[in-house]
Structure formats: C-alpha cells, structure tokens
C-alpha cells in the first residue's frame, strides 16, 4: 500500500527574503518572496509560516497565494526584525502536473542579515534564498 504512494519533489520553487525600501513607512523592511521557476503554473499555492527557537514561537501564519505563473514571484509577507532572530520555516503546497507537491523552507536564526545578501534572480533585488 505505502509502496504505491508517490511523493514528488517540488523543485524550481522557492522562498526568498528581500531587502527592500518601503515608501510609506520610509524604512527598509524584510518581505518574505515564493518564486516560481517553473515551466508551467503552480496552482492552489498555500503558504504557511512561523518563526521559533526553544522558548518562544510566533502565531502560524497562512497565506493563500492562489496561481502563480511561470517565472513569476508573489510576496509572501512582512517579516518584523524581531523575528529574524528566530528559526524561520516556510511550508508551502501547490498543485502542478495533476499532483499534490510540498516542500519546507527554512531560514535558521539570524541568517536574514545585510551581510548574506546576494542578488536573487528573476526577482533582481539583494535578498537571501532559504536552504
């Protein structure tokens, strides 16, 4: 029976945490970014977030991203420094090929800094790609 089971592996998606200026609050913020370098759409995108270390955890945000075209991105969310000092794990699902996908992306405490930026592409800004 669990023989028969298919898990496929998500892959040419992924998360991504810019650094970018915020005009109406006139500050540089951290979004968090789902990019899809797929060949096709990914369809019915849930994402769901939290931040924890072994004391504290955040509220488990979701977030329905709806369809996401080829070798296009969407922001996930505003991510508050504060949190940046936690694990930070993002669980995002999507429907392609007729097929449930999954995969786990994570940001380990205090790595979303201005000292790892590098260049993203696609979304052509400094940020840094989850592992």
């Known amino acids: 029976m ?3 089971i298919e898990i496929p592996i998500a892959k040419d998606v992924q998360v991504a945490v810019i650094r970018e200026w915020n005009e109406e609050f006139l500050s540089k913020d951290w ?5 899809n370098s797929r060949a096709d759409q990914i369809e019915m995108v849930m ?7 072994d004391e504290r955890q955040t509220t488990t945000m979701r977030h329905s991203m709806g369809t996401v075209l080829p070798n ?3 922001k996930i969310e505003l ?3 504060d949190v940046l000092a936690l694990d ?11 097929k449930l996908f999954e995969k786990r992306f994570s940001f380990p405490r205090n790595t979303v800094s201005e000292k790892n930026l590098s260049t993203i592409p ?3 800004k400094d940020g840094i790609s989850a592992e």
């Open 31 to 35: 979004n968090a970014y789902l990019i």
């Open 88 to 98: 930070n794990e993002f669980f995002v699902t999507f429907f392609a090929e007729g």
């Open 79 to 81: 991510l508050q420094e």
């Open 2 to 4: 669990k023989k028969d």
């Open 122 to 124: 696609l979304i052509d």
């Open 47 to 53: 994402v769901v977030s939290k931040g924890f270390d």
């Open 72 to 74: 296009e991105f969407k």
